[in-house]
């Protein structure tokens, strides 16, 4: 539920850019599961479905033509946040194995860009890692 890159600018302080990438991306994928589970304990596809019908009906036939895309494109999307599209997925019953590899495509490659371009510029402005 927090937002991963305050903690990726802290983290390039303290680790190298390829373990603050893996533990990055295994705090992203507990945290997108979590949430995902939380959904559907929470019943939330019964409350959305009965408040938003119409809504509902329409997000879950764009989620069935294109669930990976979207998921992919929503992840690496730096101003969205995660959690909603797991959220989504979790309400919309949508397959957890397609959730999880969107999110680690789409935030790895977002991360990604975070920490080794950020450690490259940190090391460029000799600030010692």
């Avoid at 979590?34 to 304990?41: E, P």
């Avoid at 939330?44 to 479905?49: E, N, P, Q, R």
């Avoid at 397959?95 to 080794?116: A, C, Q, R």
Wanted: overall charge positive; hydrophobic content about 50%; glycine content about 6%.
């Amino acid at each position: 539920m927090i937002p991963v890159t305050p903690l990726i600018i802290l983290g390039l302080l303290f680790f190298k850019p390829l373990p603050l990438y893996v533990l990055t991306m295994l705090g992203i994928t507990v945290s997108s599961i979590s949430v995902y589970y939380l959904s559907g304990f929470m019943n939330l596809d019964t409350i959305l479905d009965n408040k938003y019908k119409k809504q509902v009906t329409k997000t879950k036939l764009a989620l069935k033509k294109s669930e990976l895309p979207i998921i992919i494109s929503w992840s690496a999307f730096p101003f969205l946040p995660t959690d909603i599209i797991c959220y989504a997925c979790g309400a919309l019953r949508i397959d957890i194995k397609k959730l999880v590899l969107g999110v680690l495509i789409g935030e790895g490659i977002t991360s990604g860009l975070y920490i080794f371009l950020g450690h490259y510029l940190l090391q460029y402005a000799h600030i010692t890692l």
